[in-house]
């Protein structure tokens, strides 16, 4: 009887669980592949994507922001510079091998050797002790109250299986292409089923995964796109069910044929426009002597001579947050009451310029991207005219990113009178902006600081906010050092451009992040 | 025979020796590879690193004789954005861009030879003059326009045609194949269509053209007189005199097929060389980009080699003019 009660019970539970187990293939695309497999090389938007559904860290960050355990089920700080982590038990990688604190260790090791790109992750880490296998501490060297942000890209890496193969060290594209470029052992959602470069990868779910999935897919398929147009019309087809960047003249379109919706968001990239704030001289006005850069009233001018609005309501579609902070909202240390803009006012704007003693304007090249940032160049070409009407003949020089990041960047000493440049912190915290664009004064500040703008006021702010724990007093501190970056003018923020994702009616629900990723741990199909 | 080959191959050297020194010293104005490679949050000192692991702060004279070393022994470096071997990247898309290039051809072939001797011998016709007009179309339209033409008829509104992709290849020890089954060859319609249109329209007109040219002369009339039928003289001897400038533009356009094939490739997402060669410009790829344009000019200096052997062969005045000389 028992057994009659037994088998009956098994083919019921089988009949329920074939009917369940229909295949749910996730298709989704967007302009360039991944760039390798390695988690520590290829600091880039899709590639980092791609990693966290393969790997992951101890902390796992979801779609809103918010940080929550992963490989470390609870952590506290025991004093200034040690934070112990209990490590998670019974989680195995890809392959079978157990999860310890080894793992750990060697991944720390290795994210911080010289060919790795992701380096700056663990920056403020001294050292990791382990205490038991499933126990660490994290020491840093200075108080750090950043180190959580940073630590959902630490991604951990299997000790035994480096060491098996042999692929410990990193490779910087020159004379091998290494086993962790080509293959995957993480502890992530996803496994590895194929990589062909530049045509599909597909993943399909980690049955070992110490999490209960909120997907419900058997396999996901990744197929880059480049050609706008194209990826719209496989979008259409049908061939594939979601797919981003939409380009912002096909957001109408998507939202009117039946079957595709676009679905908008927040990013949290902040377009803002630079200044050559050091140089005695303009490299556009040689023999002059003068850099009208360098009084604020200039700088003001610029700010109130750009009407914003009408970008927005027509370069960028209405798809794009005008903003008058460095930051967008969601990053941690954004002050929305000071989210305010000086005004558009170009009799204003003249007044100053005159002010300055530069009633007559002045010639200026206007360096900008045209195929890095949503509609990057067509801004820059609306901004043109904006100028001419106070007196400013800005000469547009739109380049592609490879030459445009290389003019304004360290290799060229900042070689650039007048900018655009796009930002998302990292780390998702106003540190970061105000290390690498609103300072310069220490070692590796200001790599992205092309005008080179300084305030004394300002350094000093930036090194204390590094190393202040306490939340009130750091946010104070980041108020001020704010403010005074925009009473100085030191650059002026345009906007947060919008995403655009484009959805097939096969997709039941996908959570879109602000930073642009499709985390297949939230995409169920129908 | 055997001088005048051996004197080719030799210009041949020279000139991938001086292709590769002109596009090597381009490089030094694309752009930085480094950013691309290692992110925007890398320190100087990581910067630093990358550029002494890759060599690019060497001066010029030593970058190229490196190259130049190693490219002789068949070593091309590794892609920086793919971190695989430069040959292992181009080898793994020659059959993608050949397969393609092999169909288009035989499609331009197939239509357009027929197309220009019909409207050569019913040069007034009603017919003549609508496949005219329309062969106008197919040489003033973009080539990224009638891809996305296709992809919206074939695709979008009537679902028949993949739009993206090679789809399901079949691995024929090693080459991977759209040819051997109808699923795989369904997604090699519509690229090949789009690449063909403007070597069929032209051949069309130059076969056109060649055939008036020869049904005006002596030797035509002269067979007619004798009582050949029609298809003797039309095909027997007009058609076959007609193939000369047919195969050396043909030679030389399935050269600059393989080579340029990029926008064809950049809209249908064709895996192949052109794809590729346009990624490494876009990210800085220098060693793919010297491997890429050092393999076109091979292939160029191949073809032209081929097409001038081939003239040799079919043309019997030239081979006369050689041996000439003795008396």
Redesign the interface.
């Given at each position: 009887m028992n057994k009659k009660i037994f088998t009956v019970t098994l083919m019921v539970l089988a009949f329920v669980v074939g009917v369940a187990a229909e295949a749910k293939t996730f298709r989704y695309s967007t302009s360039g592949d991944i760039?390798?497999l390695d988690p520590y090389?290829?600091?880039?938007g899709p590639t980092n994507t791609m990693k966290h559904n393969l790997y992951e860290g101890l902390i796992h960050r979801s779609y809103d922001l918010s940080l929550h355990p992963a490989l470390a089920t609870d952590w506290k700080q025991t004093d200034d510079l040690t934070w112990r982590f209990n490590l998670r038990k019974g989680v195995k990688f890809h392959n079978g091998n157990d999860f310890t604190a080894d793992d750990v260790l060697i991944s720390f090791k290795r994210i911080q050797e010289?060919?790795?790109?992701m380096?700056?992750v663990v920056k403020s880490i001294d050292k990791i002790v382990k205490l038991d296998d499933h126990t660490i501490d994290i020491i840093t060297k200075d108080p750090d109250p950043t180190l959580l942000l940073n630590l959902p890209n630490f991604w951990i890496m299997d000790k035994e299986w480096l060491e098996a193969n042999n692929a410990y060290t990193i490779?910087?594209?020159?004379?091998?292409?290494?086993f962790a470029?080509?293959n995957v052992n993480g502890t992530g959602p996803f496994m590895l089923e194929e990589w062909?470069?530049?045509?599909?990868t597909v993943l399909v779910p980690n049955p070992n995964w110490w999490n209960t999935p909120q997907h419900n897919l058997t396999k996901a398929i990744f197929?880059?796109?480049?050609?706008n147009?194209?990826?719209v019309?496989?979008l259409?087809?049908?061939?594939i069910d979601l797919m981003y960047p939409v380009p912002l003249q096909d957001i109408s379109r998507l939202e009117s044929t039946p079957g595709v919706t676009p679905l908008q968001g927040p990013e949290l990239r902040t377009i803002f426009l630079g200044f050559d704030q050091h140089r005695d001289e303009l490299m556009d006005m040689p023999g002059s002597g003068k850099n009208p850069f360098k009084d604020v009233r200039v700088r003001k001018a610029f700010y109130q001579a750009i009407d914003i609005e009408a970008i927005h309501r027509v370069v960028m579609r209405k798809a794009s947050k005008p903003t008058g902070l460095m930051i967008a909202e969601g990053i941690n240390g954004f002050q929305p009451d000071m989210n305010t803009r000086f005004p558009y006012d170009p009799a204003a704007a003249r007044k100053l310029l005159a002010d300055a003693g530069y009633a007559q304007g002045f010639s200026v090249t206007f360096d900008c991207p045209n195929?890095r940032y949503v509609n990057d160049e067509a801004i820059c070409l609306a901004v043109v005219p904006m100028l001419k009407r106070i007196g400013i003949d800005a000469k547009l020089n739109a380049q592609?990113k490879?030459?445009h990041?290389?003019k304004i960047?360290?290799?060229e000493k900042w070689n650039t009178s007048f900018y655009m440049l796009g930002w998302t912190p990292?780390s998702f915290d106003a540190h970061n902006p105000l290390l690498?664009l609103m300072t310069l004064d220490g070692?590796?500040q200001g790599?992205?600081n092309a005008g080179r703008y300084t305030n004394p006021r300002v350094e000093e702010l930036t090194d204390l906010i590094g190393g202040e724990t306490d939340v009130d007093k750091r946010n104070s501190m980041i108020r001020e050092a704010f403010k005074i970056h925009q009473d100085d003018v030191g650059h002026i923020p345009l906007h947060q451009q919008a995403l655009a994702w484009g959805i097939g009616d096969k997709v039941k629900e996908v959570k879109q992040r602000p930073n642009n990723d499709v985390d297949l741990r939230y995409v169920i199909m129908k | 025979m055997l001088a005048y080959i051996v004197r080719r191959l030799l210009h041949s050297i020279l000139v991938l020796i001086a292709v590769g020194f002109i596009a090597f010293s381009l490089f030094t104005y694309?752009?930085?590879?480094?950013?691309?490679?290692?992110?925007?949050?890398?320190?100087?000192?990581?910067?630093e690193?990358?550029r002494k692991?890759?060599g690019i702060d060497d001066p010029f004279p030593v970058q190229f004789a490196r190259f130049a070393w190693h490219a002789v022994q068949g070593d091309f470096?590794?892609?920086?954005?793919?971190?695989?071997?430069v040959e292992t990247?181009i080898g793994?898309r020659l059959p993608a861009t050949l397969e393609l290039v092999f169909v288009a051809a035989v499609m331009a072939l197939a239509i357009g030879v027929p197309l220009g001797v019909y409207t050569g011998l019913h040069r007034d016709g009603a017919i003549s003059r609508i496949l005219l007009t329309a062969s106008l179309v197919g040489i003033s339209l973009p080539t990224f326009l009638i891809g996305?033409i296709l992809?919206?008829v074939f695709?979008?509104w009537l679902?028949w045609l993949?739009?993206?992709?090679?789809g399901a290849t079949v691995d024929l020890w090693g080459w991977e194949s759209n040819l051997v089954t109808w699923e795989g060859f369904k997604s090699i319609i519509l690229p090949s269509i789009t690449l063909c249109l403007f070597q069929l329209t032209l051949l069309m007109r130059l076969v056109r053209a060649e055939m008036l040219e020869v049904l005006r002369t002596d030797y035509i009339k002269f067979a007619r007189a004798r009582g050949l039928t029609n298809r003797a003289v039309n095909f027997g001897h007009a058609l076959k005199n007609t193939l000369v400038p047919v195969i050396t533009i043909t030679g030389l356009q399935i050269g600059s097929l393989i080579a340029f094939a990029i926008i064809t490739e950049?809209?249908?997402?064709w895996?192949g060389m052109g794809?590729?060669f346009?990624?490494a410009i876009?990210?800085?790829d220098i060693p793919v980009m010297a491997a890429y344009l050092c393999l076109v000019a091979f292939i160029f200096v191949v073809i032209n080699l081929m097409v001038d052997l081939l003239y040799y062969a079919i043309d019997p005045r030239l081979r006369l003019e050689g041996t000439g000389h003795a008396h």
């Open positions: 760039l390798g090389t290829n600091n880039e010289p060919a790795s790109n380096t700056f490779q910087e594209g020159a004379t091998v292409s290494t470029n080509l062909v470069a530049d045509t599909r197929q880059p796109i480049g050609n147009a194209t990826r019309a496989a259409l087809s049908g061939e195929d592609t490879s030459l990041f290389q960047g360290r290799t990292g690498q070692e590796g790599t992205w | 694309v752009g930085d590879p480094i950013n691309n490679m290692v992110g925007v949050e890398a320190t100087e000192a990581e910067r690193w990358a692991a890759l470096g590794q892609s920086f954005r793919l971190s695989i071997p990247a793994d996305i992809i919206l695709s979008v679902g993949p739009s993206f992709g090679r950049t809209v249908f997402q895996p794809l590729l346009l990624q876009q990210f800085v």
